[in-house]
């Protein structure tokens, strides 16, 4: 059976990705799931998965050399999936030391360890060991707004947030370990992604949620940037096939080929709420175009993101599936059947769920 350490796991994308895995894999695989539950772990995420065999938890902060190197020892990994980081730009902006040490530190320690436990006396490895770092396309910078400029695997670096530069500077410590070591790992670059799970300090969630209680709807600036929106089933599927079906020491750009404004993906989420709310709904007479509310811009603030995910599609044969239509809507479904998870997580509530779970294991 191939085992998985998964970093982050409790996370947005790592907690849809250990779901994706399950679902495809079943029983054939086990997951290692290796978080710090942090401000944006949670593990009521995994509430379906978490009685599994299959499936372990172990509470632990990436930093942490001996524990990493030991959960290492213990189990004989065979994929590392490295998701763990501080992901959030305006958090970077405010306190940037904290990115430095996940993002860079920790990665850091993830690839030593990997490296200590998997290299062979004669400095290969075998075929069965694979790091995945993923990575993000704030890497590459901003782009213009000419709809015909897209990022690549082949586009500079030029990270602006302490976000994306403590990200870049991870990606480059992969492709060091790699360069050197003949590390086996590959990185993946992906634009932003939305669906269930998603804490509401980043757009989709916090629009959604604001606007089914009727408050402001913050838009940073003109609401003019533009991303790259990518539903994130789509990513833990992309993910899933670079390990199976990449070439080792490559990098993969993914991305959604659906680039909107801000200002576009707000009307959108209201126009759907509409359509979706029930006519005898309280919530159907909040949910209005009057509670937009443009607010200072963010500071740096990168003007557009684009990829074109051409390489992952020749090579691999992913392309995006959901149409953003489709994945708003489920999305926003979700949110619906979810609102305790909304609850929890606002009022932080989410905190108890670990004592509470684990209180006696
Ligand atoms: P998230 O903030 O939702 O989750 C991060 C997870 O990492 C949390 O469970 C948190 O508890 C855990 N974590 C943080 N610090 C840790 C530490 N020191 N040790 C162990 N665990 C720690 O993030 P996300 O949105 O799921 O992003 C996952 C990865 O994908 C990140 O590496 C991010 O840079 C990248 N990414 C995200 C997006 C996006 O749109 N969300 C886009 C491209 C790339
Ligand atoms: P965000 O979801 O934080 O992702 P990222 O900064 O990594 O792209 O923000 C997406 C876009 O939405 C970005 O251009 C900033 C903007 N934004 C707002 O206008 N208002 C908000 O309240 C938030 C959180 C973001």
């Known amino acids: 059976m191939r085992t998985y350490l998964v970093t982050g796991g409790a996370g947005f994308i790592g907690s849809n990705y250990i779901h994706y895995m399950f679902k495809k894999y079943g029983n054939e695989i086990r997951i290692i799931n290796v978080d710090a539950l942090t401000y944006a772990g949670n593990l009521e995420n995994l509430k379906e998965v978490q009685d599994r065999e299959n499936y372990i938890f172990v509470k632990a902060d990436i930093c942490d050399k001996e524990a990493i190197a030991k959960i290492f020892e213990e189990y004989d990994i065979d994929r590392v999936v490295h998701f763990a980081a501080e992901s959030h730009v305006d958090r970077s902006i405010k306190n940037p030391e904290v990115f430095v040490q996940t993002n860079v530190l920790g990665t850091a320690v993830m690839l030593n360890c990997a490296k200590a ?7 290969s490895y075998l075929p069965c060991k694979k790091f995945l770092h993923v990575s993000t396309d ?9 709809e015909t400029a897209f990022f690549y695997e082949t586009s500079p670096y030029d990270p602006h947030s ?3 530069a403590s990200k870049a500077s991870s990606d480059l410590l992969v492709k060091a370990y790699m360069d050197t070591y003949k590390f086996p790992a590959n990185i993946t670059n992906c634009s932003n992604n939305y669906g269930p ?21 913050p838009v940073y600036g003109d609401g003019k940037n533009v991303r790259d929106w990518l539903y994130v089933e789509d990513h833990a599927k992309a993910i899933d096939m670079v390990q199976e079906k ?7 750009n993914v991305g959604g080929h659906n680039e909107k404004q801000n200002i576009e993906i707000i009307h959108i989420i209201l126009d759907t709420l509409q359509e979706m709310l029930p006519a005898d709904d309280s919530r159907k007479k909040l949910v209005t175009y009057d509670l937009i509310t443009y607010v200072e811009d963010r500071k740096g603030h990168d003007r557009r993101y684009a990829i074109a995910p051409d390489k992952i599609k020749s090579e691999i044969g992913w392309e995006p599936e959901t149409m953003f239509k489709e994945g708003i809507r489920r999305t926003i479904q979700w949110f619906f059947e979810n609102e305790d ?3 929890n997580v606002t009022s932080g509530d989410y905190q108890k769920y670990y004592e509470e ?5």
């Not at 704030?138 to 707004?145: C, D, Q, R």
């Not at 779970?357 to 294991?361: E, Q």
């Open 138 to 146: 704030e890497v590459y910078g901003s782009l213009p707004e000419d």
């Open 162 to 164: 302490p976000y994306s």
């Open 117 to 123: 436990a998997w290299e062979l006396p004669d400095g």
């Open 197 to 217: 799970y998603q804490f509401p300090e980043k757009l989709i969630p916090l629009i959604i949620n604001n606007a089914l209680q009727g408050k402001k709807l």
């Open 357 to 361: 779970m684990y209180k006696t294991k």
């Open 246 to 252: 990449g070439r080792l020491f490559e990098t993969y």
């Open 341 to 343: 998870w909304m609850k």
